[in-house]
Structures are given as structure tokens and as C-alpha cells.
């Protein structure tokens, strides 16, 4: 069974800022993770990804230079601080993983295994 708990989600003004964290079996911890998210009506997007020993990092055009991607596995966590925040990152954010160790890929599908999600929603 795969775990993976999301937390930190809320309602945050626009320019504000929101830390999501993530918390990931022990097992995982030789696995990428990424960050999804689904905005209301709307398909999947990737938002970050990181390799499993934090070394390399990927971003949606969307949200680069104002998201960050970190993990520590010494407890098990992957974080995504998120700054600027605009009413378009609205949206319920997934933790993902998949079976690889270095992918850190953009496509939604390529990430096997998702949490149950965290409602971020940014007000104008």
C-alpha cells in the first residue's frame, strides 16, 4: 500500500503564500515525488516534481519562479511552498509518486500513485 498524505491546504488572498507538505510511507523514500494539481472542472496538471534524493527539479511554466519543491527523507516529507499565489492556483494539489527514482517528468499519467489531495483556494 502506498502512502501518501497531503496537509497545508486553505483559503489564502492573492500575493500570499501557502506551505503543502506531504507525508510519504518509509518505503517511498527511494521515489520521485511530485506535486499535481486538478482545478474545478478542469484535467490534471503537473505542478513540480522532484528525484528521490532531492537533487533534481521540475516546474509547470505556471508556477516556476514563484513555487518551490523540497523533501527531507530523514522524516518522510515532500514540501511545495508556493508564493504570489493567484486565483488561477486554485485547485485540490496531489502528492505523486511513481516507481522511478529520477523521473521528474510533466505528464499527470506518468505518476502512478496520488494522495487524496488538499484544497488550496486563492481569493481575488
Known amino acids: 500500500q502506498v502512502k501518501l498524505v497531503e496537509s497545508g491546504g486553505g483559503l489564502v488572498q492573492a500575493g500570499g503564500s501557502l506551505r503543502l507538505s506531504c507525508a510519504f510511507g518509509?518505503?517511498?523514500?527511494?521515489?520521485?515525488m511530485a506535486w499535481l494539481r486538478q482545478a474545478p472542472g478542469k484535467g490534471s496538471d503537473f505542478v513540480a516534481a522532484?528525484?528521490?534524493?532531492?537533487?533534481?527539479?521540475s516546474y509547470a511554466d505556471s508556477v516556476k519562479g514563484r513555487s518551490t519543491i523540497s523533501r527531507d527523507n530523514a522524516k518522510n516529507m515532500v514540501y511545495l511552498q508556493m508564493n504570489n499565489l493567484e486565483p488561477e492556483d486554485t485547485a485540490v494539489y496531489y502528492c505523486?509518486?511513481?516507481?522511478?527514482?529520477?523521473?521528474?517528468?510533466?505528464?499527470?499519467?506518468?505518476?502512478?500513485?496520488w494522495g487524496q489531495g488538499t484544497q488550496v483556494t486563492v481569493s481575488s
Open positions: 522532484i528525484t528521490s534524493n532531492g537533487a533534481y527539479t
Open positions: 518509509r518505503a517511498l523514500s527511494s521515489n520521485s
Open positions: 505523486a509518486t511513481n516507481e522511478h527514482e529520477h523521473y521528474i517528468g510533466s505528464n499527470p499519467t506518468d505518476w502512478n500513485w
